[in-house]
């Protein structure tokens, strides 16, 4: 039993890692792909490809009973067009403006995020260790933000991109919370699902965007000169890390799990070492802090809080 669970745990923490360096890879990518077409339709071909991928997987390992909403389709709509459209229209539109750097270490605050917003929920404060861990973390993201001159942050040419992104973070976090409204219903199924009616808010924000003159259709020659940053979007950064990190969740539970998101900023600023992009030491320094404030704050959190102690449905993407 006891070799059971072990190799369920290192399974499950395979999935996350693989996961975490998916997403850190999707910024550099996705900022490249920018330069040829828009948010709007970079998400909405990103995940109308996903959608019917993860839906033909939920098929094939769960069938027909698995795509029935069981009453909660407005709940699959709105927990879906937070993450799938909240996350994916606000993070690129960020990103057009910002960097990848900034993009992965925003995406790494999701555990801090989601414990303000427990806390908002519950009406309790969480514990002191914690709070600090907050504090360091946001003071991390500030000196990238502000490149080392956090009184002159909202001066800071990125400055609204960032916080664009982080909104969209923000919007990922509810996303995940709204797993917990989904006992019983495996990550693979809520995934799945609320990918499938997230497209419908993505579609439809495209089409007020084009029909206002914020996007445009790409042409064909266009589709084909980004078909690789597409590809790595869809399978990695998509597919491949959704299911991933809800099925590393489930194996190793919220509390180990939000480690890996450690390794969001570290490949991010890996694929732009490798790229020969520069990067400052301010950004080093926040990421350090940011990487730092979490991994304290999950050594010292000796059990979960109450509303975290059933491991989500699902987690993170990526962004």
Known sequence: MQTDQSRSVLVGSLCMLLAAVCWG???????SA???????????????????????ILWRLEGRAAFRPDGRALQLLLFGS?????????ALSGLRASTPAHGAILVALMPMLTVLLDAAASRRLPPAHTRLSILMAFGGVALVVSNGHPAALLESPSALADGLILFGVLCWVVYTMGGRHFAGWSPLRYSALTVSFGVIAIGLCAVLALAGGAAHLPTLETLGDTAPQLAYMVIFASVVAVIGWNEGIRRVGPVNGVLFINFVPITAF????????????????????????LTINNLLRQAPP????????ACPQGS
């Open 82 to 90: 937070a993450g799938f459209a909240g996350f994916g229209l606000l």
């Open 25 to 31: 890879g999707m910024f550099p990518v996705a900022k």
């Open 270 to 293: 890996t694929v732009q070492a490798l790229r020969g992009a520069p990067f400052s030491g301010w950004e080093l320094g926040g990421a350090g802090l940011v990487v730092a404030a």
């Open 34 to 56: 920018l330069t040829h077409l828009d948010p709007y339709i970079l998400t909405a071909v990103r995940y109308g490809v996903t959608a019917p991928v993860m839906l033909a």
């Open 306 to 313: 109450p509303a975290l102690r059933q491991p989500p449905q």
